[in-house]
């Protein structure tokens, strides 16, 4: 075996350190991974917290964002219920008004229309029915959306029906830092929070220091800020039109991206700011377009910005048809090249995009 010795140290000098390894910045984390972490520091925080919904106990749910949490907090704090939704809505509206603090998940988000008597007629209307005696802080999460491969019942965009009914809070994050942020605020928020989380982005990575602290849970995010027009997302397209806008910035044309991650209430501020600056609009989502949410968007946003619009607001939208097989269902989700189109269609004096 060969041996090294190392060479004399000349007379008088001084040893030499290393220079410290540099801080090891965030580690990357799936939006699967934030969203679990964040069930997991609300239960360790408040004891009132539960949660519970199909297989979300031994399994660890579907898309596994509940795993490990029943063996860390009990049976009795996060568990499995029968296939049967709005019973889940149900009991978790009778435990928010005895105390607790319901976290409960509908499996696929066309599963939670069996609820949606319990989630319109009483989980929206008890706190006004009581003169505000009554408060269901009670968050009800719905992975929704396209992009997995999923057949009917398991791809739909269904944010519309709950954003029309007052008295629902309905947020959904587009990065997993905001996955953790979002969810922690929507378990304190004393008002009953429908939470989409964009299934496709399940995987998604991002090297990002978890924290509740940030923007306040009705408040929309430039992601990228831009001159020329903005592009207005949420959930699973933020990332969509995040791609489209560096397309775009090749062919000369500053896209400013809005995530709106509260759909309801509504950042009108944030909103129509950015579009009286850049004068021109594009709204993305994969639900259908007709009624659809970004409808809603349209008309906000020209009722209030009419006077600095330079052409129409724009929508780029899933098909009018029930959600596609998975085979086909690229031709009807937005893509940054229908996005693309649409920008190039917002009536550029020069005729193109700047």
């Known amino acids: 075996m060969t041996t090294v010795t190392p060479p004399a140290r000349a007379a008088g000098a001084t040893a030499t350190r290393p220079d410290p390894a540099p801080a090891a910045g965030p580690a990357p984390v799936t939006m699967a991974a934030a969203l679990n972490r964040a069930l997991a520091d609300a239960l360790a925080a ?11 106990g031994l399994l660890g749910g579907v898309f596994r964002v509940t795993d490990g949490l029943a063996g860390r907090f009990g049976e009795q704090r996060v568990f499995d219920t029968p296939l049967a939704e709005s019973g889940i809505v149900g ?17 696929f988000d066309a599963f939670a229309y069996p609820a949606f008597e319990q989630v319109t007629s ?7 029915r009581t003169r505000g005696k009554l408060a269901l802080p009670v968050v009800i999460r719905v992975p929704f959306g396209g992009g997995i491969g999923g057949v009917e019942h398991h791809s739909d965009s269904s944010e519309a029906y709950y954003t029309h009914t007052p008295g629902l809070r309905v947020v959904t994050p587009g990065t997993p830092a905001d996955a953790y942020r979002l969810l922690r605020q929507a378990i304190a928020c004393p008002d009953p929070v429908l939470f989409f989380e964009p299934k496709r982005r399940y995987w998604s990575k991002e090297a990002a220091a978890l924290t509740p602290e940030g923007p306040p849970i009705d408040r929309a995010l430039i992601r990228r800020p831009g001159r ?53 609009a594009v709204v993305v989502h994969e639900a259908a377009g007709f009624a659809g949410y ?3 968007v349209a008309a906000r946003l020209t009722e209030q910005c009419f006077h600095y619009l330079e052409a129409p607001i724009l929508r780029v939208t899933g098909l009018d048809i029930p959600y596609p097989p998975p085979h086909l269902e690229r031709f009807h989700l937005p893509n940054p ?13 020069d005729g193109g995009n700047a």
Not at 122 to 128: S, Y
Not at 337 to 349: G, K, P, T
């Open 122 to 128: 009483h989980l929206a209307k008890l706190r006004n």
């Open 337 to 349: 090249d229908r996005i693309l189109d649409a920008i190039a269609r917002l009536q550029w004096a």
């Open 91 to 107: 009991t978790a509206i009778g435990m928010a008004m005895n105390g607790l603090v319901p976290v409960v998940e509908m499996q």
């Open 228 to 280: 020329d027009v903005t592009l207005i997302a949420y959930g699973g397209m933020v990332a969509t039109a995040m791609e489209a806008a560096e397309a775009a910035a090749g062919e000369g044309c500053d896209v400013e991206v809005v995530d709106l991650r509260s759909l309801a209430p509504f950042d009108d501020e944030t909103l129509v700011s950015s579009v009286r600056r850049t004068g021109r």
């Open 294 to 296: 970004g409808a809603e």
């Open 46 to 56: 408040d004891e009132r917290v539960v949660v519970f919904g199909e297989d979300v």
